[in-house]
């Protein structure tokens, strides 16, 4: 049985989806990493001055730093697609597309430690030889795993012909 549907709502069932960067979760990353950032760098400081160990905090301080400027790249680029997903397939934001039949397999991964989020990742693999993998850092989208993959599943089925 078809459900009804208005011309609006259809055409927006046609438009590729976008997925933009959460201007909330980008600032409160800047923001933990700025005081973690400076706390680490403090701590490599005097840890130098006393022996050679600093340099390790040294370098997880630049890690953190690392960090920080991701957060701070990702808030200049608000307006900016970071995946879109289409009639055609799933655009990255380095211009690939994979599309629709070359999908082996599309996976949300979410991981925790002790209940707290360390990371978001979609991965896809492919059929193709080149990228036979393709992932891409979720954290800090405005999107849940269950919005992407019923997004993925509704574009797969239109694909394949199991909806109108």
Not at 114 to 132: A, D, H, N, Q, Y
Request: glycine share 6%; aromatic share 10%; with cysteine.
């Amino acid at each position: 049985m078809e459900i009804y549907r208005s011309q609006k709502s259809k055409a927006k069932a046609e438009k590729p989806h976008e997925f933009y960067y959460s201007k909330n979760k980008l600032i409160a990353g800047t923001v933990l990493w700025s005081v973690v950032s400076m706390g680490a760098i403090a701590l490599s400081v005097v840890a130098i001055s006393k022996s050679n160990a600093g340099w390790l905090a040294a370098a997880i301080a630049a890690t953190m730093v690392w960090m920080l400027i991701g957060c701070i790249r990702g808030l200049t680029n608000l307006n900016t697609p970071v995946l879109v997903i289409g009639a055609d397939g799933i655009l990255f934001p380095d211009g690939v597309l994979i599309a629709w039949e070359d999908i082996e397999e599309n996976t949300y991964l979410s991981q925790s430690y002790m209940g707290i989020p360390t990371g978001r990742f979609i991965s896809v693999t492919t059929r193709l030889k080149k990228p036979k993998r393709k992932a891409l850092r979720v954290f800090a989208l405005d999107m849940t795993s269950d919005e992407y993959l019923e997004i993925c599943d509704r574009y797969i089925q239109r694909h394949y012909g199991d909806e109108e």
